[in-house]
């Protein structure tokens, strides 16, 4: 099974539950989510309404740490730790897991010093463990361990849950490349056009130079043929007349 088909059958799993818990029960319920092994998507969880209604309670503080489970990092999370909930070990884990995910969003070689900085890791052996055995492995993430550079170059990964105000970005994003393909698109088509008039001009022109190729073919041969014939004609007439030379003539005797 892959891990969009895991996503999707947790993510339903815990909605249908948040959905019908509220306050402390609801509390237990962010926290196992948040600290489930193969969850790394929040957003439905978080417009459960249930949810959305501890804002302003006792157990607000959930729904915070929720949020930072849906968008946020290790670091912000160490910024803001004095007013969350303390995170168990399985939830740190995911947490640094989805920091991993927000560097790669934009960045496709990421070194070393800054993966150790933002996960909190002493030594390379104990980011590269992480990287192979609770990233790759996983499957959230793939990509190459550049002991030389230094750096892990990312190939693939997955994707997070969008921040407020990310899907406005993407949208004029996606509409600024669909007028860019459009624009790319009209080109070629003019290029592909231009092309095919070039094509049928060379067309017209190698047939032009064929007939006149033949035109000249059949010149040339009328012309030695012409000219075959007369000295034919030539060396005819100058034999008949050598032949005249040479026959002996017939005296007249006369009559008596």
Same mark, same amino acid.
């Given at each position: 099974?892959?891990?969009?088909?895991?996503?999707?059958?947790?993510?339903?799993?815990?909605?249908?539950?948040?959905?019908?818990?509220?306050?402390?029960?609801?509390? /237990? !319920?962010?926290? =196992?989510?948040?600290?489930?092994?193969?969850?790394?998507?929040? @957003? $439905?969880?978080? %417009? *459960?309404?249930?949810?959305?209604?501890?804002?302003?309670?006792?157990? /607000? !503080?959930?729904? =915070?740490?929720?949020?930072?489970?849906?968008?946020?990092?290790? @670091? $912000?999370?160490? %910024? *803001?730790?004095?007013?969350?909930?303390?995170?168990?070990?399985?939830?740190?884990?995911?947490?640094?897991?989805?920091?991993?995910?927000?560097?790669?969003?934009?960045?496709?070689?990421?070194?070393?010093?800054?993966?150790?900085?933002?996960?909190?890791?002493?030594?390379?052996?104990?980011?590269?463990?992480?990287?192979?055995?609770?990233?790759?492995?996983?499957?959230?993430?793939?990509?190459?361990?550049?002991?030389?550079?230094?750096?892990?170059?990312?190939?693939?990964?997955?994707?997070?849950?969008?921040?407020?105000?990310?899907?406005?970005?993407?949208?004029?994003?996606?509409?600024?490349?669909?007028?860019?393909?459009?624009?790319?698109?009209?080109?070629?088509?003019?290029?592909?056009?231009?092309?095919?008039?070039?094509?049928?001009?060379?067309?017209?022109?190698?047939?032009?130079?064929?007939?006149?190729?033949?035109?000249?073919?059949?010149?040339?041969?009328?012309?030695?043929?012409?000219?075959?014939?007369?000295?034919?004609?030539?060396?005819?007439?100058?034999?008949?007349?050598?032949?005249?030379?040479?026959?002996?003539?017939?005296?007249?005797?006369?009559?008596?």
């Amino acid at each position: 099974m892959d891990i969009e088909q895991k996503q999707a059958e947790h993510i339903d799993y815990f909605v249908k539950q948040a959905s019908n818990q509220k306050g402390p029960a609801l509390a /237990s !319920v962010i926290t =196992e989510a948040t600290s489930h092994p193969s969850l790394f998507a929040f @957003s $439905e969880i978080l %417009s *459960v309404p249930t949810v959305l209604e501890l804002q302003g309670t006792e157990h /607000s !503080v959930y729904l =915070e740490l929720l949020r930072l489970f849906a968008h946020g990092t290790w @670091s $912000e999370y160490k %910024s *803001v730790a004095d007013r969350l909930p303390h995170l168990l070990p399985d939830q740190v884990l995911k947490l640094k897991q989805l920091t991993v995910l927000t560097l790669a969003e934009t960045n496709k070689v990421l070194p070393y010093e800054g993966l150790m900085q933002e996960l909190d890791v002493s030594n390379v052996r104990e980011l590269e463990d992480f990287l192979i055995n609770e990233c790759m492995y996983v499957g959230i993430v793939r990509g190459k361990l550049d002991q030389l550079r230094r750096c892990f170059e990312v190939q693939f990964a997955a994707g997070r849950d969008l921040r407020p105000g990310q899907l406005g970005n993407m949208i004029q994003t996606l509409s600024n490349w669909l007028v860019t393909s459009d624009d790319l698109l009209v080109s070629i088509q003019e290029k592909i056009k231009w092309a095919d008039t070039m094509s049928e001009l060379d067309k017209k022109h190698g047939k032009e130079v064929e007939e006149k190729v033949e035109e000249v073919k059949k010149s040339l041969k009328a012309d030695i043929d012409f000219r075959g014939h007369e000295e034919i004609y030539s060396e005819g007439g100058m034999m008949d007349y050598e032949e005249d030379r040479g026959r002996p003539k017939r005296r007249r005797h006369p009559m008596g």
